[in-house]
């Protein structure tokens, strides 16, 4: 069979499921109004909680490093990819993070697959939560640790599979932080606690929390008060840049400095989006009302919807995901959004189960009332026009 037409009988299995993506092109900076394909959306979307990705204190940091270091790195953090710029932000992060030290990546997904293919070793043991990003999925699969997948933050079955895995050299307990589709948080008390009772270490994926939650916002650690053997975290949410970072303990980062493939062999993001993401953590450590609006606005849209009669999940986080349920239901009121004027496309398998697609509304603390008003009205009225409501 030629190569192109086999691509494509796969592909038409994919159009016949319902399951075809295509992309989206914005043609405007990423504000709570954006231009999508030619038209005016309210963008409810978006991971750029706090409203910083185009605020212009990044960006005029970020300009006035470009002159100095041009737009790109050009080499691997061990060539020639080392820049002052990504010091200052590993010292930065660091410190607001609370640990010794901390490792930037050129991305989330880079850093964790670079933790999960770099620390445990074979003889050891992974016990990942059902519902884990696909980052720390594929993590685990190109670790020589074995993978043992626990029921979704269910506490009594991580202690089981904890229990019968005491032959094992170690044991990691890896979670997001915040889940990134349901919009709950991992009960890091609880998994810290098992943890110390059945001699296991801790990862924790921090996307999403890090600028949301806390009083500071420094994530799950400073929202339970406990410190994870290992925090991954990305700049692409909250933060409003792009890259990802690990911190932990300076013997953790001079570890993965020598040994982690996705740092070693990845090229070292721009040290103008160091410098913009340096002035985006200076922004965060002082902008608790900010973060404040973003969950009291979160909350508001929560409510509302969950009056109206719709199903949700998540809790306390800037993710609502409104469980719609057949893929092409979903898909539907995607649509019906769109052409309301809202941004917030549908979910599917296979980032979710079948049963559960959805749309996953996110807000930002940008979002005016009268948007996050509109926004209600619409979903009321499509809710009943699909007699989902």
């Known amino acids: 069979m030629e190569f192109n037409q086999w691509l494509n009988e796969r592909l038409h299995k994919t159009i016949e499921s319902g399951l075809y993506r295509t992309l989206r092109t914005m043609t405007s900076a990423p504000n709570p109004k954006v231009n999508v394909d030619g038209t005016q959306q309210l963008v409810f979307s978006s991971n750029n909680y706090l409203g910083l ?23 691997s953090r061990l060539t020639t990819g080392h820049s002052k710029w990504h010091q200052k932000l590993e010292e930065k992060i660091a410190t607001f993070k609370q640990t010794e030290a901390a490792l930037l990546f050129s991305s989330g997904y880079l850093a964790n697959v670079g933790v999960l293919s770099a620390i445990p070793e074979e ?13 720390l999925i594929d993590g685990c699969r190109l670790s020589k640790a074995e993978t043992v997948v626990y029921q979704h933050v269910d506490m009594e079955d991580l202690e089981e599979k904890l229990s019968e895995a005491q032959s094992y ?13 349901d919009g709950n ?4 008390d609880k998994i810290m606690a098992l943890a110390k009772r059945y001699n296991a270490f801790v990862i924790v994926d921090d996307a999403h929390a890090t600028g ?3 009083e500071n916002g420094r994530g799950t650690s400073e929202y339970f008060n406990l410190r994870p053997d290992i925090v991954v975290g990305t700049l692409s949410k909250a933060v409003g840049t792009e890259g990802g970072f690990v911190c932990g303990s300076q013997v953790l980062i001079d570890f993965l400095r020598n040994h982690s493939r996705t740092f070693i062999f990845q090229t070292a993001m721009a040290p103008a989006i160091c410098a913009a993401s340096y002035a985006a953590i200076e922004i965060i450590e002082t902008s608790g009302d900010k973060r404040q609006r973003l969950l009291a606005k979160s909350e508001q849209i929560r409510k509302s919807l969950k009056v109206l009669g719709f199903s949700l999940k998540g809790e306390d986080t800037p993710i609502i995901p409104v469980i719609i349920g057949d893929p092409s239901a979903a898909e539907l009121f995607g649509k019906r959004l769109q052409e309301e004027g809202i941004f917030a496309p549908a979910i599917r398998p296979p980032t979710v189960e079948w049963s559960e697609s959805r749309i996953r509304l996110t807000v930002t603390a940008d979002h005016s009332s009268e948007q996050i008003e509109y926004l209600l009205e619409s979903f009321e009225k499509i809710g009943k026009q699909l007699s989902i409501i």
């Open 53 to 75: 990705a185009n605020d212009r204190r990044l960006i005029y940091a970020a300009e006035e490093i470009l002159h100095d270091f041009g737009v790109g790195s050009s080499g």
């Open 123 to 135: 003889g050891d043991v992974i016990l990942s939560d059902k519902l884990n990003h696909a980052s």
């Open 185 to 188: 948080i991992a009960p890091l």
């Open 169 to 181: 050299n170690h044991r990691f307990i890896v979670t997001d932080g915040v889940f990134s589709m």
């Open 212 to 214: 949301v939650l806390g």
